[in-house]
Every structure is written in structure tokens, then in C-alpha cells.
């Protein structure tokens, strides 16, 4: 699809452009006389669009196949051993038609991690799960570590990484940074969040001359990065970190912000200020800088929230389905923010404008299920058996 074949967007057109992407670039195939391989994918894009399970969508469209036949093809393809073809396919389609601004000049990047809470019983070594600070009442999750960038309002994902048991954080951020470095992206800054502020990355960044800003946590009651928030004005100084367990030391450029609540223009709660701490990373920046340019990471991490509304659920024991329902959310908000890039641009003086309610995620994946209802149908009714006990 291109922007000059249309300039209406239909429910067909956005189901066809979704299913078209998966399928040029995932090698998922389904040759049964009641089940094929469209089928698979629309079923995957019904079970991401309602939030659901394979179950649930099944059950609901009428002329769908049946929910244990997708299962059998899905667990027949999705193995562990094929998880790194699968990321390498999926990198491919999540780069696939990105637009050409995004090549005009160096952009900022930030890199993060996002969990998906497990509660089954599989071993670590049959369910590749991965420990994590406890949250949603378990400390196991899975996890995809993914490269992120924003342009004009846009956010887009060009990478993404399966985060294993042993993989380590510095090697989650080499493999991330070189899938930029093949798209020929150039990198003006790294923004990474708390969890990347171990004394292994910053030495990795400094080494390589990437230039980063990365947040830090503040720990400690008296001395550590707690002791550099005193006074009553942000300011720039040296702090030496300490891995005790290790034994590793590094001493690195800290931005102290000293910064408020907004309660003032709330105006619910006394307005407070409160600390946020900084590593530089071959950068040179004021504190207002810093501050300033962190912000924006914020934007970059609603398409996490983003990836929540179209992310499927399921019990499955198949690591490697987890994985694919992660990556297809992010996949397919991609997908959206393309499309809204073709469909909702304004003319305007200048630059032009997007306008962005005009088709907001709730629609896209609403979009997909009216097109996947008026293809299979869907249940409108039910009968009773018996007539009902008064």
C-alpha cells in the first residue's frame, strides 16, 4: 500500500496492510482444508486486537477455524530452538517501509525493557522466563528489550531483542545499537532509563563513544547518589560508583536536577520538589539540557502503554508464542503509526500537520476486529435449550 493508491482508509485495508506485513516477513504457514494460512494471521490479529486468547476469538467469529487447530500449527512452528530466526524475521518487519524522515538527521534512541508477568511452573530452562524486581505479584517475567525513537509526534520501534536467562544487559545493549548501526540510522544521543545504570554499561558506552544520558537511580540513606541531592538548585558534579560485589569503581559526570511537582497547574496537591539524578556519557549539557532532552523519553515510552492495548494473553507453555504475542504488539504499533503517517496528514505552512485523533490505536484495532467480523462473522445471538425456571 502506498499513500498516493488511496486517501480513504478502510477496515479491510488496515486488516489487509497488517496481514500483509506478517506475512512477507514471518514464515508461519497453515495448508489444511479448514485452516490456512490467511486464517492464521487473522486469527493472531483478532487475538492481539481484542486483547483476548486464541480461545476467545475463535469462539467468536463464526466461519473461524477451530482454536485447537491454530494451536497445533502455531506450537508446530514456534519452537525455542527457532527463536533467533524469529527475532531476525521480526526485526525485518518492524523496520519494513519505515518512513524516509527518519534518515534526514542523527536521532535520539532510547532502549528499554518491557515485562510480561508469568505465573506458570515451568523451569527457567523450559520457560525462558527471567527474574525481575517483584511486580503484578511474581518477580518471573518474560522479557523484550526494544530500540525506540520519536519524530514529529511519531514513535517507532526499530528494534527489538529476546531477553534469555543469560543474557546480560551490556550484551542486550551491543545488540540493540548494532541493529541501528545496519539500518545506517545515525545516533545523536542514547537514552537509557534506571535499569541500565550499572557500572558494565556506562563502561561499555564509554569505551565505544556512544554518547548516552542515563537515569539513576537514587540509593542509599546518607551516602551514594542520595548524599548528591542536597541545596536548592540543580547542578553538575563527579560521583564514583561501586559494585561491591564485583569490586568494579567508575567515576562519571552526574547532573543533579532539582525539580517540582505539578501541582501547581493541577493545583490538587501542595506543590514539592523532589531529586533526579544523571550520567553523562561523553556528553557535555547543562542541567535545564538534560532535563529537557530526558523529557521526550517519555514519549518514547507511551508506545509501551501503547503495545498493552494490542498485546494478546494466553497460558500457553510455549516461550516462543509469548515472545511472538510481545513482538507483534509492538509490531503492529508500528503498523498504526505508518498508516496515521499516510492518512492523517494536514496541509498546512510549514511542515505538515498529522492529525492524530483522526485515527488513534482504540480504532486501528477496531479497524481490524469490524474486518475480521464482516469476513468470519460473528455471534449475535444465543438459544436455550430448555425454557428458563421461573
Same mark, same amino acid.
Given at each position: ?130 527474574? @525481575? =524486581? *517483584? ?7 518474560? !522479557?523484550?528489550? +526494544? ?6 509526534? /511519531? $514513535? ?90 564485583? @569490586? =568494579? *569503581? ?7 536536577? !532539582?525539580?517540582? +511537582? ?6 490538587? /496537591? $501542595? ?107 460473528c455471534v449475535h445471538q444465543i438459544t436455550a435449550v430448555v425454557p428458563p425456571r421461573l
Amino acid at each position: 500500500m502506498h499513500e498516493q493508491d488511496t486517501l480513504t482508509l478502510t477496515d479491510e485495508q488496515v486488516l489487509h496492510e497488517s496481514r500483509l506485513t506478517l506475512a512477507e516477513h514471518l514464515a508461519l504457514e497453515a495448508n489444511g482444508y479448514k485452516c490456512t494460512t490467511a486464517d492464521l494471521w487473522n486469527v493472531l490479529l483478532g487475538v492481539a486486537a481484542d486483547q483476548g486468547t486464541i480461545e476467545s476469538v475463535c469462539a467468536d467469529l463464526v466461519a473461524a477455524p477451530d482454536a485447537e487447530t491454530i494451536r497445533t500449527y502455531l506450537n508446530e512452528q514456534l519452537c525455542v530452538e527457532q527463536l533467533p530466526h524469529l527475532e531476525t524475521l521480526l526485526n525485518q518487519a518492524l523496520v519494513a517501509k519505515l518512513p524516509a524522515a527518519l534518515w534526514r538527521r542523527p536521532q535520539d534512541v532510547a532502549i528499554d525493557f518491557h515485562d510480561r508477568p508469568y505465573y506458570g511452573k515451568s523451569t527457567q530452562e523450559a520457560g525462558l522466563w527471567v527474574r @525481575g =524486581q *517483584a511486580k503484578a505479584g511474581t518477580t518471573r517475567f518474560y !522479557r523484550i528489550a +526494544t530500540a525506540y525513537l520519536v519524530v514529529n509526534g /511519531l $514513535r517507532f520501534t526499530l528494534g527489538l531483542r529476546f531477553v534469555l536467562p543469560e543474557a546480560s544487559t551490556v550484551a542486550t545493549v551491543q545488540h540493540l545499537l548494532q541493529q541501528v548501526h545496519d539500518l545506517k540510522l545515525k545516533l545523536h544521543r542514547l537514552l537509557l532509563d534506571r535499569g541500565f545504570a550499572g557500572i558494565e554499561v556506562q563502561n561499555y558506552l564509554a569505551e565505544h563513544q556512544i554518547p548516552a544520558l542515563i537515569a539513576c537511580p537514587i540509593r542509599g540513606k546518607r551516602g551514594g547518589t542520595r548524599a548528591l541531592c542536597v541545596g536548592h538548585r540543580s547542578y553538575r558534579t563527579q560521583h564514583t560508583f561501586t559494585n561491591h560485589q564485583t @569490586g =568494579q *569503581a567508575r567515576t562519571a559526570d552526574v547532573v543533579i536536577c !532539582r525539580v517540582f +511537582t505539578t501541582a501547581k497547574r493541577t493545583k490538587r /496537591l $501542595r506543590r514539592r520538589a523532589s531529586w533526579q539524578v544523571f550520567i553523562l556519557i561523553h556528553l557535555d549539557m547543562t542541567p535545564r539540557q538534560v532535563r529537557r532532552v530526558y523529557r521526550r523519553r517519555f514519549g518514547i515510552e507511551t508506545s509501551y502503554r501503547c503495545s498493552h492495548k494490542v498485546r494478546g494473553w494466553t497460558t500457553s507453555p510455549n516461550p516462543a508464542y509469548r515472545f511472538l504475542l510481545m513482538a507483534l504488539s509492538v509490531l503492529l504499533v508500528n503498523i498504526w503509526v505508518r498508516l496515521r503517517w499516510w492518512f492523517t496528514q494536514r496541509p498546512r505552512r510549514g511542515r505538515r500537520l498529522l492529525d492524530v485523533k483522526a485515527f488513534e490505536l482504540a480504532r486501528f484495532a477496531k479497524f481490524l476486529r469490524r474486518a475480521l467480523e464482516q469476513q468470519y462473522g460473528c455471534v449475535h445471538q444465543i438459544t436455550a435449550v430448555v425454557p428458563p425456571r421461573l
